[in-house]
T-cell receptor
Framework: GAVVSQHPSRVICKSGTSVKIECRSL??????MFWYRQFPKQSLMLMAT?????????EQGVEKDKFLINHASLTLSTLTVTSAHPEDSSFYIC???????????FGDGTRLSIL | GNSVTQMEGPVTLSEEAFLTINCTYT??????LFWYVQYPGEGLQLLLK?????DKGSNKGFEATYRKETTSFHLEKGSVQVSDSAVYFC????????????FGTGTRLQVFP
């Protein structure tokens, strides 16, 4: 149980393109979803927290106009990297939790490469 | 907020060796504690957790005990396998009454046959 599906697993695209990443909880309702960014050989950096039906809460230093988050339902959140540039290249990981004090369940991540 | 300190890697072991990865934390109250594992090119998987003091989390031969006296949650395994090679993250809630997690820096484990 508690499966989170993240799609796509890898994206390679040109600079200036907008890229959408989907995060789905397959067998539970996710009250909260989180988006992380991970640089090579480093820990996870929380970018934003999203709750279904409300605006995402962004961590300090994360550009909300650059990283658009939509949490349209209890099983789907999307992260759109707008007008991506090479410095946005990274590994993006989503997670979902079914409620307070519940563990986070992670997707397999999306490796984004901007040429 | 809470904080977590995790031993640096890489940890290099031969198959069947004993593993310890240290994790200590500072926290208000007694939050749940977690170990996550990340295999190459993948997201994180919850390995085990403990929700209160003296609890022992266990899974796949890994164990960790929630020790409030030493504010530690060290990960152990009696006999590692090559397939255990991965990066291990200790984690706990960022602060009281939040679902946000704070992660340790991660410890890379390399097991050789």
């Amino acid at each position: 149980g508690a499966v989170v599906s993240q799609h796509p697993s890898r994206v390679i695209c040109k600079s200036g393109t907008s890229v959408k990443i989907e995060c789905r909880s397959l067998d539970f309702q996710a009250t909260t979803m989180f988006w992380y960014r991970q640089f090579p050989k480093q820990s996870l950096m929380l970018m934003a927290t999203s709750n279904e039906g409300s605006k995402a809460t962004y961590e300090q230093g994360v550009e909300k106009d650059k990283f658009l988050i939509n949490h349209a339902s209890l099983t789907l959140s999307t992260l759109t990297v707008t007008s991506a540039h090479p410095e946005d290249s990274s590994f993006y990981i989503c997670s979902a939790t079914g409620g307070s004090n519940q563990p986070q369940h992670f997707g397999d991540g999306t490796r984004l490469s901007i040429l | 907020g809470n904080s977590v300190t995790q031993m640096e890697g890489p940890v290099t072991l031969s198959e069947e060796a004993f593993l310890t990865i240290n994790c200590t934390y500072t926290a208000t109250g007694y939050p749940s504690l977690f170990w996550y594992v990340q295999y190459p090119g993948e997201g994180l998987q919850l390995l085990l957790k403990a929700t209160k003091a003296d609890d022992k989390g266990s899974n796949k031969g890994f164990e960790a005990t929630y020790r409030k006296e030493t504010t530690s949650f060290h990960l152990e395994k009696g006999s590692v396998q090559v397939s255990d090679s991965a990066v291990y993250f200790c984690a706990l809630p960022l602060s009281y009454n939040t679902d946000k997690l704070i992660f340790g820096t991660g410890t890379r484990l390399q097991v050789f046959p």
